[in-house]
């Protein structure tokens, strides 16, 4: 069970939480840092960067002054519990004081971010044995680790795990932190902002778990994006590559990679809502029954490349040297299109492109397009059904459209667009295909 930011978000929620979490023997629970803390954090760690210390320890100030608060709504008795919650906040502060006082930049950075997680446990923890609960915690830094190349590593952390769990016994529900791990030189690093889904996938599949539910302030996965569109609804069930495709091209409720180590192991994945928490939500499983499309989301900051060349009519290995400037440069493609003269693809990640362009402009002529948007609509969509690429193409008709992408797998098309048309073509996908 994970529960993100805005669900441990206040001592009423933690209390909320706490009564979802002890319904069952022996969950395993992975909480996010209480909402606004990461981004605190952040801004610790930018004054630092900045060479503002002033600016560090009074933003450190402002945190030390909420989390008082908290403990002292959450532990309303002051006993020995008071004691304990406001010891391991104070340790947590003293630690991130002391990280400001020998910063030395990323990794000191990292070191203060993990800080958010590391006290919505303890007071989780701290409040469920203040209640007579056998709760453990269960420490991600002692099992969660990533390999080099930031990957975690599955074999290690279920071996990890497992001892672990032995060696702590058995307790009606376990506690950890989501997001953070340490990376192969055991300094600690992260999962990516918003990796508690991730590490809940993880976990969930080190352990063999029945299902991993990810709780948090909606009813599930809705067929559009709630920030920028109304009416949009929630969707019952999901394929776990429908699920997968939603969540990387920016349905902000699931990390992009959480789905992966769940459809690997064949566990249902179950997005439910804590401040509702009799609400069906959405069961992403290895099934979708129905032919049709069930959502859409998008995705910002993308930049199209059109490489055209000359000599690309009949030839072979054009496309070959045109991807291996990509790898060379370890920048991923997200869609591709093709034509006899020329090739289109996009990138999220523009680190490298002066490098990509002087390379590709050895193989063709260049264009570049800048802030643009994916829209991505996702259903079961085979193709030997009739009308779904008619029907998106049809409520985008006064839209300008970049790319088009279709037929990659069954359960996605794509759409290139301008970024300020972005919003504009989210609603008139709802209306044309959901609220029609
Ligand atoms: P948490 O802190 O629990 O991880 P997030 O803020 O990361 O929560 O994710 C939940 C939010 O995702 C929702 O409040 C909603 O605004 C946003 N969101 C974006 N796209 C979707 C979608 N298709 N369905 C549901 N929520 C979405
Ligand atoms: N606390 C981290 C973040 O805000 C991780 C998470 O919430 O998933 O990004
Ligand atoms: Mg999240």
């Known amino acids: 069970m994970k529960f993100g930011g805005t669900s441990v978000g206040s001592p009423e929620r933690i209390r909320s939480v706490a009564g979802l979490i002890t319904k069952d023997d022996g969950d395993i629970v992975v909480l996010s840092a209480m909402s606004g803390t ?53 340790e947590s502060i003293d630690a991130i004081t002391s990280e400001i006082s020998s910063y030395n930049g990323l990794q000191s950075e990292k070191n203060i971010v993990a800080r958010g997680e590391l006290m919505s446990t303890s007071l989780m923890l701290n409040y469920l044995l203040s209640c007579g609960v056998n709760a453990k915690m269960l420490p991600s830094l002692d099992y969660m680790t990533v390999n080099a190349s930031g990957e975690p590593d599955s074999k290690e952390i279920s071996a990890k795990l497992s001892s672990l769990l032995s060696e702590i016994g058995a307790a009606k529900v376990y506690i950890t932190q989501g997001f953070i791990c340490r990376d192969p030189e055991g300094n600690i690093t992260n999962l990516q902002r918003g990796g508690s889904d991730y590490s809940a996938s993880l976990v969930g599949a080190a352990t063999g778990a029945d299902e991993i539910q990810i709780w948090t302030d909606i009813d599930g996965m809705h067929n559009n994006d709630p920030r920028f569109v109304e009416n949009t609804s929630p969707v019952r069930e999901l394929h776990f590559e429908e699920a997968a495709e939603l969540a990387y091209f920016g349905a902000k409720i699931l990390h992009p990679t959480c789905i992966l180590p769940a459809k690997l192991s064949n566990i249902p994945v179950r997005l439910l809502n804590t401040m509702e928490p009799l609400a069906e939500g959405t069961m992403i499983h290895n099934a979708s029954p129905d032919h049709k499309i069930k959502a859409v989301a998008a995705k910002d900051n993308i930049t199209a490349i059109k490489i055209k060349s000359s000599r690309m009519l009949l030839a072979y290995g054009f496309l070959s040297r045109v991807f291996e400037v990509f790898e060379r440069y370890k920048t991923s493609i997200d869609m591709i299109v093709t034509s006899e003269v020329g090739v289109s693809v996009t990138i999220d990640n523009e680190q490298y492109l002066p490098q990509i362009l002087a390379e590709l402009k050895t193989l063709g002529t260049i264009t570049v397009d800048r802030d643009m948007a994916i829209i991505c609509v996702v259903g079961n969509l085979e193709w030997k059904n009739k009308g779904f690429e008619a029907a998106v193409v049809n409520a985008l008709k006064d839209i300008p459209v970049r790319m088009i992408s279709y037929g990659g797998s069954n359960y996605n098309i794509s759409l290139l667009v301008r970024k300020e048309d972005k919003v504009k073509a989210l609603s008139l996908l709802s209306e044309y295909l959901f609220n029609k």
Not at 64 to 69: E, H, I, M, P, T
């Open 38 to 90: 990461t981004n605190q954090l952040l801004e610790i760690a930018d004054y630092m960067n900045k060479g503002n210390a002033v600016g560090a320890a009074e933003t450190l100030e402002r945190l030390r002054g909420k989390y008082a608060g908290v403990v002292k709504e959450l532990f309303p008795d002051n006993d020995e519990w008071t004691a304990k919650a406001n010891s391991d906040i104070k």
